[in-house]
């Protein structure tokens, strides 16, 4: 640091005219003659030092976007400057205006060397090229990059090609010509240009913002006809090269995962386990029964036991819940915690169970083992089912019909015993516990799963085995015996209870953000830190540095910080639209008192809408939203429930595979022709959707009712606010994830089904029938899910 310089007021007016006319310097001699005081003169006091004036209160960066002093003064004279390499850094330039020669855009080429339809991960390459050291992107110029001063990122489910469909070359082609796009020519991949004219009424704000529409690509496997989370296909970035050639090196003749390293700059949180419990939310989403003591409401209890009463498992049914009343029961007193433990007073029991097969697609319980925090054995029992065992499924249980022959425990024991072992003050850890738990036919409120604590990498619904986390990260082996029949066949469930245990124990030592990671990405939030740039013109170096890492915030329903968003500097939970809405243009402009969010700002913002996507049906695994919205027990149960099937062997519910086309009257569904529905589907499944990730039910604070044309002038209303409220030189980005994955969430699940039936059943006794037919219709519906999905992208 230098202190500002005085030199330019010593030189005075009088001071110069003192040195003689012509302007010399005068000698040594002569200044020392001129300045002697006579006898008659006063001496004069020493002249004060001229000490630099500053503000303490003004330690932390001003935004880029503030305004610069008015009137061009210059305060350098008034501050405190960085020096790098000898020089002063400079700072940051003034926000061009729009109509000036500098002005950033990011603007396309039929020249470009775009030859396929873009994808989610080129969104997020020019994320990376514009805020961080990402590579240039091939299919748009980015014009004045150092201009930009934000990034605005926002995830809209519910947008479709179809909706926009009406202005392909401006009006002269219908919808209907346009429903089998094989992305082969220009003309399906090239953005289209939006015309305000060809728009209905609730998009035409979409011609302000934007000038082109982009079909968008979302990732999946086309060979086993899946789609991957969109969203962590944003959130989620790849590594850099030379740590994946280093990984692979090191990895180099080795089976499974690679074990997890610590991120660079990485610090430990020690986190009490407490704060890894789950909410009533997210055990509902993951199929749990819930505990009547997770609701605190009387009424809401008392619905809930109604509801499972009507679902089969309550305790009429042979279920039981533990001795817990409320939930608060289990917090203990500070004064009975002790400093420093991760274990909060609580008593913390792993637990793991072993099933056989019972019935045609029925699992009975037939080990039992629970170890306690010090990996020493609580209970560890074989169970006698009730009902005769048709599969004794050795390969995988590790039951032997030589084991269970001299047994006699029943369930009804083991369930005496638990409610003894599990008292207010358990907390039950597992994998998957809801399958053992619905085994066990018991409930508990306090759970921790290792299967959601530890997130899948491509995220929801799919869940990470319990080998492959024991080898990233406790580079463990176990269940050797997997898929075996001999000595040591199946798994063993102490070690898997054990390696849930030391699983939770590390997520302990190191924090909530440890295991959160992409097994081959690094989140975006966090690689904008890391290698954020600042250009000169910013007041940067323009080289990715940590030091001049760019601030973030991530708006979602729900709490952000449970998934990707808690590597975000910011994260703002929400309930509604109108929230999230709220909340992006809060992140963009900073707090009023700048204590939680900066003035200005901050430099990156990723949000996503949901309600569009509720009412269309798209939300992932839609769960019940009402008690009293009782369920058949077999749907409950995970069985599928027959429907009647007209003539011609078209299922009632055939909105599956509807198309939404928005008009300015209404909204109308086109229905599909049966020549592309598959035949021989006699069963409804229930859906199970790829797409956004976020452990949450579907928003029930909206009118379920409100037609699809009103919900999209809404959002398009809440679009053009944020629009409005972002600076000048903030890129805006907005995709839709992917287009209708309903079918093919209907068709992943009846296919599931089919594969369980096939492996027990004959051929002529499966409920569902799988042939050629519905594996193309599937590989049809996978296609169109992953190809119709839409991107606006422009600069304000």
């Known amino acids: 640091m230098a202190s500002p310089s005085n030199e330019s007021t010593a030189n005075t007016?009088?001071?110069?005219?003192?040195?003689?006319?012509?302007?010399?310097?005068?000698?040594?001699?002569?200044?020392?003659?001129?300045?002697?005081?006579?006898?008659?003169?006063?001496?004069?006091?020493?002249?004060?030092?001229?000490?630099?004036?500053?503000?303490?209160?003004?330690?932390?960066?001003?935004?880029?976007?503030?305004?610069?002093?008015?009137?061009?003064?210059?305060?350098?004279?008034?501050?405190?400057?960085?020096?790098?390499?000898?020089?002063?850094?400079?700072?940051?330039?003034?926000?061009?205006?729009?109509?000036?020669?500098?002005?950033?855009?990011?603007?396309?080429?039929?020249d470009s060397r775009l030859q396929s339809q873009i994808k989610i991960s080129d969104l997020q390459n020019l994320v990376l090229y514009i805020l961080a050291d990402g590579p240039s992107p091939n299919f748009v110029a980015v014009r004045h990059r150092p201009?930009?001063?934000?990034?605005?990122?926002?995830?809209?489910?519910?947008?479709?090609?179809?909706?926009?469909?009406?202005?392909?070359?401006?009006?002269?082609?219908?919808?209907?010509?346009?429903?089998?796009?094989?992305?082969?020519?220009?003309?399906?991949?090239?953005?289209?240009?939006?015309?305000?004219?060809?728009?209905?009424?609730p998009l035409k704000p979409f011609a302000d913002m934007f000038k082109l529409v982009w079909p968008v690509k979302t990732p999946g496997d086309e060979k086993f006809s899946k789609m991957h989370s969109p969203l962590h296909a944003m959130l989620t970035a790849p590594l850099p090269k030379s740590k994946e050639d280093r990984d692979r090196k090191n990895n180099k003749g080795k089976k499974g995962a690679t074990p997890a390293k610590e991120p660079h700059g990485w610090k430990n949180s020690r986190t009490p386990i407490t704060e890894f419990l789950h909410l009533p939310d997210e055990l509902l989403e993951n199929e749990y029964i819930l505990h009547p003591a997770a609701y605190s409401e009387e009424s809401d209890k008392h619905?809930?036991?109604?509801?499972?009463?009507?679902?089969?498992?309550?305790?009429?049914?042979?279920?039981?819940?533990?001795?817990?009343?409320?939930?608060?029961?289990?917090?203990?007193?500070?004064?009975?915690?002790?400093?420093?433990?991760?274990?909060?007073?609580?008593?913390?029991?792993?637990?793991?169970?072993?099933?056989?097969?019972?019935?045609?697609?029925?699992?009975?319980?037939?080990?039992?083992?629970?170890?306690?925090?010090?990996?020493?054995?609580?209970?560890?029992?074989?169970?006698?089912?009730?009902?005769?065992?048709?599969?004794?499924?050795?390969?995988?249980?590790?039951?032997?019909?030589?084991?269970?022959?001299?047994?006699?425990?029943?369930?009804?024991?083991?369930?005496?015993?638990?409610?003894?072992?599990?008292?207010?003050?358990?907390?039950?850890i597992g994998h998957s516990l809801n399958s053992d738990l619905a085994a066990l036919k018991i409930t508990h409120p306090y759970i921790i799963d290792t299967a959601l604590v530890y997130p899948h990498p491509r995220g929801p619904p799919l869940k990470s085995s319990l080998k492959w986390l024991a080898q990233k990260y406790l580079n463990r082996e176990i269940q050797k015996g997997h898929g075996t029949t001999g000595p040591g066949a199946g798994h063993?469930?102490?070690?898997?209870?054990?390696?849930?245990?030391?699983?939770?124990?590390?997520?302990?030592?190191?924090?909530?953000?440890?295991?959160?990671?992409?097994?081959?990405?690094?989140?975006?939030?966090?690689?904008v830190a890391r290698t954020g740039v600042r250009y000169k013109n910013q007041g940067g170096s323009a080289i990715p540095s940590p030091l001049d890492g760019k601030s973030s915030a991530a708006i979602d329903w729900g709490d952000p910080k449970k998934g990707p968003g808690a590597a975000a500097t910011h994260q703002i939970g929400c309930h509604s639209d109108e929230e999230i809405m709220q909340g992006v243009i809060r992140a963009v402009k900073g707090d009023p008192d700048g204590k939680e969010i900066p003035g200005g700002g901050v430099d990156f913002v990723w949000a996503r809408f949901r309600e569009l996507e509720a009412l269309k049906g798209w939300w992932n695994n839609n769960k019940l939203s009402g008690f009293e919205d009782s369920t058949p027990k077999d749907a409950s149960e995970g069985k599928l429930t027959p429907t009647e099937t007209p003539k011609g062997g078209v299922p009632t519910k055939a909105t599956a595979n509807s198309e939404t086309v928005i008009t300015d009257?209404?909204?109308?569904?086109?229905?599909?022709?049966?020549?592309?529905?598959?035949?021989?589907?006699?069963t409804e499944t229930p859906t199970t959707i790829p797409s956004s990730s976020a452990a949450l039910p579907p928003p029930t604070n909206f009118d379920k009712t409100t037609p699809i044309t009103t919900a999209t002038?809404?959002?398009?209303?809440?679009?053009?606010?944020?629009?409005?409220?972002?600076?000048?030189?903030?890129?805006?980005?907005?995709?839709?994830?992917?287009?209708?994955?309903?079918?093919?969430g209907?068709?992943?699940?009846?296919?599931?089904?089919?594969?369980?039936?096939?492996?027990?059943?004959?051929w002529d006794e499966l409920s569902v029938k799988w042939t050629d037919v519905e594996e193309q219709a599937l590989k049809r519906a996978a296609k169109m899910a992953r190809e119709e999905g839409v991107g606006f992208i422009g600069v304000k």
Not at 78 to 103: D, L, M, T
Not at 396 to 414: C, H, K, N, R, W
Not at 746 to 762: A, D, G, N, P, S
Request: charged share 30%.
């Open 713 to 744: 002038a809404e959002l398009t209303y809440r679009l053009q606010q944020i629009h409005n409220a972002l600076p000048p030189c903030t890129a805006f980005i907005i995709y839709s994830g992917s287009g209708d994955p309903r079918e093919m």
């Open 303 to 428: 619905a809930y036991t109604k509801h499972r009463h009507n679902t089969g498992v309550s305790k009429d049914h042979g279920w039981a819940d533990t001795l817990v009343e409320h939930f608060d029961d289990g917090t203990v007193p500070e004064y009975g915690i002790e400093s420093g433990s991760i274990t909060a007073g609580r008593e913390i029991l792993a637990m793991d169970c072993e099933m056989c097969m019972t019935g045609e697609d029925e699992f009975s319980l037939t080990r039992i083992s629970i170890v306690g925090w010090d990996g020493s054995v609580v209970l560890d029992e074989l169970v006698k089912p009730k009902k005769p065992i048709t599969n004794y499924l050795t390969q995988y249980s590790g039951i032997t019909e030589e084991m269970l022959a001299p047994v006699t425990t029943t369930l009804a024991d083991i369930q005496k015993k638990l409610l003894e072992i599990l008292h207010p003050r358990t907390i039950l």
């Open 492 to 527: 063993d469930s102490i070690e898997d209870a054990r390696t849930c245990l030391d699983l939770i124990k590390q997520k302990c030592e190191k924090g909530k953000a440890w295991g959160t990671n992409d097994a081959a990405g690094e989140n975006i939030f966090r690689r």
């Open 13 to 110: 007016p009088s001071q110069s005219s003192q040195s003689g006319s012509n302007g010399r310097k005068r000698k040594l001699s002569e200044a020392s003659a001129a300045d002697q005081p006579g006898m008659s003169q006063t001496p004069s006091l020493p002249r004060q030092l001229d000490v630099p004036e500053f503000n303490l209160t003004s330690a932390s960066r001003r935004s880029e976007d503030a305004e610069s002093p008015k009137g061009g003064e210059d305060t350098s004279s008034q501050e405190w400057q960085v020096i790098e390499n000898g020089r002063a850094r400079k700072k940051a330039k003034k926000i061009p205006k729009p109509q000036s020669h500098n002005y950033p855009a990011i603007e396309f080429s039929k």
């Open 147 to 201: 201009q930009i001063r934000k990034v605005v990122v926002l995830m809209v489910p519910g947008l479709e090609q179809s909706m926009f469909d009406k202005i392909k070359h401006h009006g002269d082609e219908k919808p209907s010509q346009r429903k089998d796009r094989n992305y082969r020519s220009p003309d399906d991949y090239f953005p289209t240009k939006l015309y305000e004219e060809d728009l209905p009424s």
């Open 665 to 682: 009257a209404s909204t109308k569904t086109k229905e599909p022709s049966t020549s592309e529905t598959p035949r021989a589907i006699t």
């Open 746 to 762: 209907r068709l992943q699940t009846m296919q599931q089904q089919f594969r369980r039936e096939y492996k027990i059943k004959k």
